[in-house]
């Protein structure tokens, strides 16, 4: 079963709109964390955002914000007033709780364009 | 933010020829370091745990003999792709943990084999 489902294969979004990425995961740890990369054409792994489980607060970043909804296992990633350069690969990632040897668990990714 | 390079960037070699990819921290000592592998438009794959001062750990379906992971030192890893194939073309990209809620990755290599 999948753990990390992004179920956006590809989105396009006009520029300066906001953005949500969708992402629901599935563990049965209590400890857990739950990131975002951004993953430009170049290739680079950007790290964006971070959510630990037992955060009570949603994660902000400047314009990035992460919607967690525990009970729902989503965690979805909001890019407020989207820009060009914005257009990248994103993916959701888990870490597990001990034991996880800091393995990270991955999404398939969702391709996003932003248009001028 | 933490650094992590890796060199080189991009690298083309004949098959039956081995390459050697090697993975930095540039300003934090990593005892783990992680290798990917990426295939186009395709999420990363792990492929191995590297371990400092100890072996490396591999996915389940990763060749130990065809990738060569050496973790020499806190801020060295290794991966050598030995008698590489065209099936071995890929991205293959390295990350480390800085502390817990933080893994940096470098800029990935992208090998061709002809």
């Known amino acids: 079963a999948q753990k990390i489902t992004q179920t956006q294969p590809g989105m396009f979004v006009q520029e300066k709109e906001a953005v949500t990425l969708d992402c629901t995961y599935d563990t049965s740890d209590q400890s857990y964390g739950l990131f975002w990369y951004k993953q430009p054409s170049s290739g680079e792994m950007i790290f964006l955002i971070y959510q630990g489980s037992y955060d009570e607060q949603n994660a902000t970043e400047g314009r990035y914000s992460l919607n967690f909804q525990k009970a729902r296992k989503s965690a979805n990633l909001v890019i407020s007033a989207s820009q060009l350069g914005d257009s990248a690969m994103y993916f959701c990632?888990?870490?597990?709780?001990?034991?996880?040897?800091?393995?990270?668990?991955w999404g398939a990714g969702t391709k996003l364009i932003i248009k001028p | 933010g933490a650094v992590v390079s890796q060199h080189p960037s991009w690298v083309i070699c004949k098959s039956g020829t081995s390459v050697k990819i090697e993975c930095r921290s540039l300003?934090?000592?990593?005892?783990?370091m992680f290798w990917y592998r990426q295939f186009p438009k395709q999420s990363l794959m792990l492929m191995a745990t590297s371990n400092e001062g100890s072996k490396a750990t591999y996915e389940q379906g990763v060749e130990k003999d065809k990738f060569l992971i050496n973790h020499a030192s806190l801020t060295l890893s290794t991966l050598t792709v030995t008698s590489a194939h065209p099936e071995d073309s890929s991205f293959y990209i390295c990350?480390?943990?800085?502390?817990?809620?933080?893994?940096?990755f470098g800029p990935g290599t992208r090998l061709t084999v002809l």
């Open positions: 990350s480390a943990w800085t502390d817990y809620n933080e893994q940096f």
């Open positions: 300003d934090f000592q990593a005892t783990t």
């Open positions: 990632a888990m870490r597990e709780g001990p034991g996880s040897n800091y393995q990270l668990i």
